[in-house]
């Protein structure tokens, strides 16, 4: 079993709409989170952090459940630049542990 | 401020060839992680350096890489006798610093453009 396992999709939605990706870990110990948002050929750029039990930053919400060891993203009223993978990444203090990603097409 | 900087961003290079990747992290970084990419595929962690600590090789997929980091901050990796498989996006990060007792922040890892390594 992956560290940490995301649903590689792709996820096909019309402009406008409310996305969401589960992640799930598996290490016990990690504290913080992170999601990294990946365009094609370019490297991952960080786009959220995710520190204690969720975080929201304008059309974008994480959510951590520690009990069932996964986090989530929302992503609300998607636009087309939203088109992208979302990499899951996991830190359990000494090492980030990234998810295979999960891809993200916004149509028109 | 400056980013992450890698050089080259790409590379063309035949079989058997050695090739050497370069990356400037930011300024006053401490720790410095370097990536493979394949095509669609996800992330594989190689090597991490962090302070004046030994590496954690643990991610070298065989003898042929290695990886110096020079007074804390340029860090080159060597493929040596470079095969095909080799070929690859190799991505450089950095972050504040690393290990236990660090605010969760200075995990935060900021990526290079990568360098684009194709064996022929």
């Known amino acids: 079993r992956k560290e940490v396992e995301q649903d590689p999709g792709p996820f096909n939605v019309p402009e406008g709409a409310t996305v969401a990706f589960n992640c799930t870990y598996s290490n016990s110990a990690s504290q913080s989170f992170f999601w990294y948002r990946q365009d094609c050929r370019k490297e991952p750029k960080l786009l959220m952090s995710v520190y204690s039990s969720g975080n929201e930053d304008g059309r974008f919400t994480a959510q951590l459940n520690r009990a069932s060891q996964y986090i989530s993203l929302l992503i609300r009223d998607s636009k087309l630049s939203d088109s992208a993978t979302y990499l899951c990444v996991s830190d359990a203090g000494n090492m980030l542990t990234f998810g295979g990603g999960t891809r993200l097409m916004v149509k028109p | 401020g400056a980013g992450v900087s890698q050089s080259p961003s790409n590379k063309v290079t035949e079989k058997g060839k050695d090739v050497e990747l370069r990356c400037d992290p930011i300024s006053g970084h401490t720790a410095l992680y370097w990536y493979r990419q394949s095509l669609g595929q996800g992330l594989e962690f190689l090597i991490y350096?962090?302070?004046?600590?030994?590496?954690?090789k643990s991610g070298l997929p065989s003898d042929r890489f290695s990886a110096e980091r020079t007074g804390g901050s340029v860090s080159t990796l060597t493929i040596q006798r470079t095969q095909q498989e080799d070929s690859a996006v190799y991505l450089c990060?950095?972050?504040?610093?690393?290990?236990?007792?660090?605010?969760?922040?200075?995990?935060?890892?900021?990526f290079g453009p990568g360098t684009r390594l194709t064996v022929l």
């Open positions: 990060a950095s972050s504040l610093g690393s290990g236990q007792g660090v605010p969760s922040s200075y995990n935060e890892q900021f």
């Open positions: 350096f962090q302070g004046n600590s030994a590496p954690d």
